[in-house]
């Protein structure tokens, strides 16, 4: 029998985080499954991708360009900026991390609002960093409350925008007002993962904002709009300098063939898959509607999910719509996020939510 005090010693941080759980699927008692649990597209690489991606599959055995030397030119023209400015990783997770590799370490501390994406505190710990969380006004980011959490100690702070999961946006006026506090020493990563969904006219593009301010970076994705949440590619826009860290990070050759492929022949039909964004948006204008006159309290998203705060009955809410083969994703004792799928999948959601009974909703 093997003691545990035989075992090969681990980092402490490991005792007290836990892993990053992805969103599920379930099945009904007909068999159905409906997953609005993970922001995926609900729509299947165009044709003119799957093509890409079965050309690139036949040389597998090759390795990828780790510079990503056509993607990243690609993104380049698209946003009009410098090659340099330009930086890839697995995800803009992925990128995540290895910003938090080139800029956290013991003593130091990251500031982001919370609840936000739920892989922050995991990073962020893994990286020895302390995070500091900042709770939501209502159910956006307080940027007041963010400029004042921000120390000598601070290298970081996340504005997830739109915010993931409540779907709440910050607009141009506050969110320069907020830039204009931040010592320059300070990063701040404007995480638009879902930018593409966003039709407020207030909610400034990230990319504008870099110009003059070197200590702003943009983090996107192939994986939500464009549908390749299964490749694992995304991108940081920023200073050279910022894009440099962020290079030098990445573990070689993150960004497998297929992957790049995959965004580069994506990136050329955008006009078609845009069209499937409009459609989602509709979609989650449609949900939102009939929510609401359901009863539900549900406020606007600008992203392809929508929210809805249970608090208690949270768990209990998800529980039912599992029952229905609906997979939402709970997060206990605060609400659900429902990601807007195909008409049907809505529409089966839909009837789950109508069918609960309702306790606790202001």
Known sequence: MVSERNWPYFRAVLDSIPGYTPGRAVAGPDGRSVKLSSNENPHGP????????????????????????????????????AEERVALGAGSVGILQQLLTATAEPGTEIVYAWRSFEAYPLL???AGATSVRVPLRGETHDLDALAEAITDRTRMVFVCNPNNPTGTVVGHAELTAFLD????????????????????????DGVDLLTERPNVAVLRTFSKAYGLAGTRVGFLIGHPHVAAAVRKTMIPFAVNR???????????????????????????????????GDGWVVPPSEAN???????????????????A??????????????????PEENDAFLTAAHEYPRRNQE
């Not at 093509?51 to 690609?74: F, G």
């Not at 999910?305 to 029952?323: H, I, K, P, Q």
């Not at 609906?326 to 799928?341: K, L, N, T």
Request: with cysteine; aromatic share 6%; net charge negative.
């Open 258 to 292: 297929i992957a790049q492929a995959a965004a580069v022949a994506s990136l050329s039909a955008e006009d078609e898959l845009m069209e499937r964004v409009a459609a989602t948006v509709k979609e989650r204008e449609r949900v939102r509607d009939a929510l609401l």
């Open 124 to 126: 962020v710990e893994l």
């Open 325 to 342: 083969g609906v997979a939402v994703r709970p997060f206990a004792g605060e609400g659900v996020r429902v990601s807007v799928g195909t």
């Open 181 to 204: 506090r931040v010592p320059d020493h300070v990063l701040v990563v404007l995480d638009e993962a879902y930018r593409e969904y966003v039709r407020d006219p207030h909610v400034p």
């Open 46 to 81: 165009l044709p003119s991708v799957r093509d890409a991606i079965a050309e690139a599959a036949t040389e597998v055995n090759r390795y990828p360009d780790t510079s990503a030397s056509e993607l990243t030119a690609e993104l380049a023209r698209r946003y009009g900026v």
């Open 305 to 323: 999910f929508v929210w809805l705060r249970l608090g208690e009955d949270t768990t209990d809410f998800a529980a039912s719509c599992e029952a």
